[in-house]
């Protein structure tokens, strides 16, 4: 029995993969002005999740002084 051949490259990644379609379908500014809005929102979601742990402090803090 013979073992299986073994691939001589990877296979890519979906976002290797992604990128390459958005390539051929985008130009350079497409792509760079839809990475920047990308980057926009998550850093959008880390200051929200970051207000919320804030807020969550602030009263933690608050009710423990009340009751002190």
Known sequence: MQA???RATAIPSVSTA???V???????????ARRNA??????????AKDR???????EETLTTTRTS
């Open 18 to 20: 992604l990128r390459a």
């Open 4 to 6: 299986a051949p073994v």
């Open 52 to 58: 919320v742990e804030a807020l969550r402090v602030l």
């Open 22 to 32: 958005e390539s051929l379908l985008m130009s350079g500014g497409q792509r760079t």
């Open 38 to 47: 990308w980057t926009s929102v998550l850093e959008d979601r880390r200051r």
